[in-house]
């Protein structure tokens, strides 16, 4: 699009226009972090959550002071504004930056900092009341998945393998039947009357949805337990007593209808989902000053 705009370690350009080096670390060895921001109403939704993330994954990879320099907090907003971004994402991307290739850090880096905004409509309601899929897959990615790497060919072919088997998304499996996360969300169970959900550790990223989501879930009066389940738990669950859904910065919460070629639950997104994405929708909306929007479920009298 015309008037998408680039960050590019300082200078505003043309996404159009944007150049880096071949041997930019980032092309060459996946060797950077990045982020994936809400735009909604031309405002960034839970900024400083992933500007936090940002800087504690920068730590993570020895690229404490990559982005300090950059005034992140003023720049993102602004490229929202040169870019005239109603409702979509900025992208982030912070690589050790070029010098000839080694697999050792260049001394000193000059670190490659880059942003732009795109629009992307959300999720409509009509795509979201029909739910999404799921194809499990091994996970086979490396083991600090808590670090958001810019080293996603693990997530590509999962995703690539899903899209083929015609579902919506991946779903990451530990080799003892344990739901780990899904290709590019974290996924969520409602079970035995609670909100079951992969602690936080190496094996999945701490999403801030997924953050956002707990904290809603339980000012909701939800019980939350941070403890994984099994496929065969939320399989074997009788329909109607069981519900599963993703959460993600680029689709918020989507209720799960399927996994591979089992239904899950009653096949309709279910009532607790419908009612935690409500009070999501509304938060952000209020966030962003826009009217919230109708609801989409009810809330049950207990789950
Ligand atoms: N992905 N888990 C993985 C593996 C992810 O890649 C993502 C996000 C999430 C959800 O995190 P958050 O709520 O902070 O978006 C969980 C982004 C959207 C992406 O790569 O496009």
Not at 182 to 209: C, E, K, Q, W, Y
Not at 251 to 256: A, E, F, N, Q, R
């Amino acid at each position: 699009m015309d008037n998408e705009v680039l960050y590019l370690n300082g200078d505003f350009l043309p996404l159009s226009q944007g150049r880096v080096p071949v041997e930019d670390r980032g092309f060459q060895l996946g060797d950077g972090i990045y982020e994936v921001i809400k735009v909604m109403n031309g405002r960034l939704v839970w900024l400083e959550d992933h500007l936090e993330r940002l800087e504690r994954n920068l730590a993570a990879v020895s690229l404490s002071e990559a982005a300090s320099g950059h005034h992140l907090d003023f720049v993102l907003p602004d490229l929202v504004v040169r870019s005239q971004v109603d409702h979509g994402f900025v992208y982030v991307q912070v690589t050790r930056g070029f010098a000839p290739r080694e697999f050792v850090f260049p001394n000193p880096p000059h670190p490659t900092v880059l942003a732009y905004a795109r629009s992307k409509p959300a999720p409509a309601v009509s795509e979201i009341l029909m739910g999404t899929t799921l194809h499990p897959v091994r996970d086979l990615r490396w083991a600090r998945c808590d670090i958001k790497s810019t080293n996603l060919l693990a997530a590509v072919l999962a995703k690539e393998e899903a899209r083929q088997a015609g579902a919506h998304e991946a779903l990451f499996m530990a080799e003892d039947g344990v739901v780990r996360e899904g290709g590019s969300s974290n996924v969520f169970a409602v079970l035995d009357g609670g909100l079951r959900t992969h602690p936080l550790d190496n094996r999945i990223l701490g999403g801030i949805t997924r953050k956002h989501v707990i904290e809603m879930a339980l000012q909701e009066g939800y019980p939350v337990e941070e403890r994984a389940f099994t496929l065969d738990e939320v399989m074997s669950a009788p329909a109607g007593r069981c519900e599963v859904f993703t959460a993600s910065t680029t689709k918020d919460i989507m209720p799960v209808v399927r996994i591979g070629s089992q239904v899950v639950g009653d096949g309709k997104p279910g009532v607790v989902t419908l009612a935690l994405l409500d009070v999501i929708r509304r938060a952000q909306a209020i966030l962003v000053g826009l009217e919230p929007p109708p609801a989409l479920g009810v809330r049950p009298a207990s789950v």
